[in-house]
């Protein structure tokens, strides 16, 4: 089992920065492909950024290519997302998620751990 913690999130104005943090306990991250989705109000939950379980493969969504950055630390079992340049269509609940696949994990369905999600809130 693996608990996920998120923090970071907040309000920001548009065209400033966030970073995500997510913390696990229970198990060691480096075991785990790592994802961050998000859900804005009245969408569904989609992926955001993913990378690999040794951290050398990433994928973004291409509504936040050469904005978002995520990032590993298997030695700290934290995984983080950079966020700049952010815009109203940011604003959503940002959720970091552990699947059992070794590669990139883009699928919802691929993830087995969760964490509560945060906030994250652009104003104009």
């Known amino acids: 089992q693996v608990q996920l913690v998120e923090s970071g999130g907040g309000l920001v104005q548009a065209g400033g920065s966030l970073r995500l943090s997510c913390a696990a306990s229970?198990?060691?991250?480096?075991?785990?492909?790592m994802g961050w989705f998000r859900q804005a109000p009245g969408k569904e939950r989609d992926v955001v950024a993913a990378?690999?379980?040794?951290?050398?493969?990433?994928y973004y969504t291409d509504s936040v290519k050469g904005r978002f950055t995520i990032s590993r630390d298997n030695a700290k079992n934290t995984v983080e997302l950079q966020m700049n340049s952010l815009n109203a269509e940011d604003t959503a609940v940002y959720y970091c998620?552990?699947?059992?696949?070794?590669?990139?994990?883009?699928?919802?369905?691929?993830?087995?751990?969760w964490g509560q999600g945060t906030q994250v809130t652009v104003s104009l």
């Open positions: 998620a552990a699947s059992l696949r070794i590669a990139i994990a883009r699928a919802q369905s691929d993830y087995v751990y």
């Open positions: 229970g198990r060691t991250l480096s075991r785990y492909a």
């Open positions: 990378i690999s379980q040794s951290g050398r493969n990433t």
